[in-house]
């Protein structure tokens, strides 16, 4: 193995905690909020669209384009975002924005304890890695504030190279960053269909359900795998 690929939201960062996500928001926009309101709004609110969180179950029709787009243009990212949020009864007509301006925030992110020292051990071994990710905005801050980038070779973000997983030429780029033939590389995520289209280039994939944030991943499976 020559380089390692990693997804980012699920695999070595999380979103912080939605009660951390909302207090702050709520906090930019001088809105108060009771415990029991927070936790009520905070749950529908992650269930509607949390950049960097789960999928939403609904996309309405008048956001189906910007959502489907939301990876390659940052606009679009914006828009996709900032509608689904704003399809929850809010108690403030700014607070979808400064929760989507939250997402944005390196503060709004935290690292699995795992990633940076998986990926200092990768790099003592001589492998190479990379951030492979459907975002549309720049997340490199992100990772910088949660002791992750210092420990990457390259990123390679949907946006930039205009490709988003499963498109083969998002991993061709990771592939080319790292200067690494794909039949030499693995790739790990914790979605089936995104980062299971490395596969059709003939990278080897690890797929890891999603941890909640701030408990270890089980990424010690990957240095496993580097040594076999």
């Known amino acids: 193995m020559q380089a390692v690929l990693f997804d980012v939201a699920g695999t070595l960062t999380m979103p912080a905690e939605r009660s951390g996500w909302l207090s702050r928001a709520a906090a930019a926009v001088g809105l108060t909020l009771g415990a029991d309101e927070a ?19 609904t996309v309405p029709p008048e956001l189906a384009a910007a959502y489907a787009g939301r990876d390659l243009d940052p606009a679009a990212h914006r828009a996709a975002y900032v509608g689904l ?47 492979v990710s459907n975002v549309g905005f720049d997340i490199r801050p992100a990772l910088a504030a949660v002791g992750v980038l210092e420990h990457l070779d390259a990123c390679v973000l949907s946006y930039e190279v205009g490709a988003a997983k499963p498109d083969p030429a998002i991993f061709r780029a990771a592939c080319a960053a790292l200067d ?47 040594t076999s």
């Open 180 to 226: 690494s033939p794909p039949h030499a590389t693995l790739m790990v995520g914790d979605h089936p269909s995104a980062d299971g289209g490395a596969t059709a280039l003939g990278i080897r994939t690890l797929l890891l359900p999603m941890s909640r944030a701030g408990e270890p991943h089980g990424l010690d499976a990957v240095l496993a795998l580097a």
């Open 39 to 57: 936790s009520a709004l905070g749950e529908e609110l992650e269930a509607a669209g949390r950049p960097g969180g789960p999928y939403p179950a």
């Open 85 to 131: 949020l704003s399809t929850v009864v809010l108690p403030h007509p700014r607070l979808a924005e400064a929760l989507y301006e939250d997402g944005l925030d390196p503060a709004g992110w935290t690292a699995y304890p795992d990633a940076a020292p998986v990926l200092a051990s990768l790099r003592a071994r001589g492998i190479r890695t990379a951030a």
